[in-house]
């Protein structure tokens, strides 16, 4: 079935229009100035006759001479600076234009300090996630970036970085010896020791929010595109996600069944593993129009041929690197209970990048669009029947 591709829907991103200069202070104050009536200043009377005479403003009658703008009286208490040095109007408007001038250029200069945050030096970054990786590359800092870790797979000029190890065990001595001016770590980033050694180097330390969703994904790319200047940017990105999202939900809403989904984690025979409720796998075969086979636990669990007999799979979905770890799809077959279950039987095995997959990226949309269609047999371009769906 021939599907329109994703770069095929991308709209060129509007420019954005340079913000309306302002008037004027200068005319504004003189237009003020004109229109102030004239004002003279009293000591009122050390003894009120009612409780406002000590701060009243009272318009005096006009006189004979047929004055239509009467001078208006201001009493004020009596005192001995009042009655020392008298105010006048050539006093009051002098220092009233000033410190409207000073609250002005005040409130501008303290306008970053509300924020509590100064601009990041951005000129040397390490990233430490593969999503947080990703997310630099396709704002395009890729230039900015001097390391990141063992999980930052994409793009390919990620790899060609220097690694510094795993981001949930980076070690301090090998970031800080590529001296960044800016650690870009995903929540999960450790041990808590070492980002405290980050930032008692005075490096600047920022934790990336990491929410299996696509809010979660969007705010992910919105913080990172606002800590590097580029806002417009993560406008796109975010511009092309809703597009492959829709094409996956217009997906949705053509098939004809929802596909009961086992997500297996594997590190080679020995290390396997069945994702429960509220797990970063769950949250993609939702988006896809799927439905997570186990519904007994939460996150992950060592994966028993009981519990996958149980759950009656009709789709297995695995990481392209787990499954080429056990041996493909036959050493997949081989697993005790997997033949077993419909999936088994049907060998529906789906295999995807393991960045893409479960990364909550860029390439979100793109993830889900290409999941819902291998987890759909009848919107699928080509199903092969004896081998792995890889992507």
Known sequence: MATTSSAQRRATPSSCAPPTASRTPSSASSATTRALPKIRLRAAPSRATTPSSTCSRTTARASSSGDMHPPHTLHIPSSPMTSRCPLTPQHLLPIAKRLCLLLAVGGLLGAPAAHGQSPADTSRIVTLGGSVTEIVYALGAGDQVVGVDASSVHPDAA????????????????????????????????????????????????????????????????????????????????????????????????????????????????????????????????????????????????????????????????????????????????????????AGENRRVVAMDDLLLLGFGPRLGTAVEGLTEKLHPALESTAPSSSASQQ
């Open 159 to 342: 790899t060609e970085t220097p690694s510094v190890g795993y981001f949930r065990q980076v070690p301090a001595e090998g970031v800080l010896s590529l001296d960044p001016s800016l650690i870009l770590a995903l929540d999960g980033t450790g041990p808590p020791a070492v980002l405290d050694q980050f930032r008692s180097a005075g490096v600047r330390t920022v934790l990336v929010p990491d929410t299996s969703s696509v809010a979660g994904a969007k705010r992910k790319i919105r913080r990172i595109a606002g800590l590097l200047g580029r806002e417009a940017r993560a406008d796109s990105l975010i511009r092309d996600m809703e597009e492959d999202l829709e094409a996956a939900r217009a997906l949705r809403r053509r098939a004809e069944s929802t596909p009961e989904v086992l997500f297996v984690y594997a590190r080679g025979s020995g290390s396997m593993s069945v994702a429960g409720t509220g797990s970063s796998a769950e949250a993609m075969i939702e988006l896809a129009g799927g439905e997570n086979a186990i519904t007994g636990f939460e996150g992950f669990k060592p994966m028993s041929a009981e519990a996958v007999v149980g759950a009656e799979p009709d789709v297995i979905l695995m990481l392209t690197r787990g499954l080429e770890s056990i041996g493909g799809v036959e050493g997949l077959m081989e697993q005790p209970g997997i033949p077993l279950t419909p």
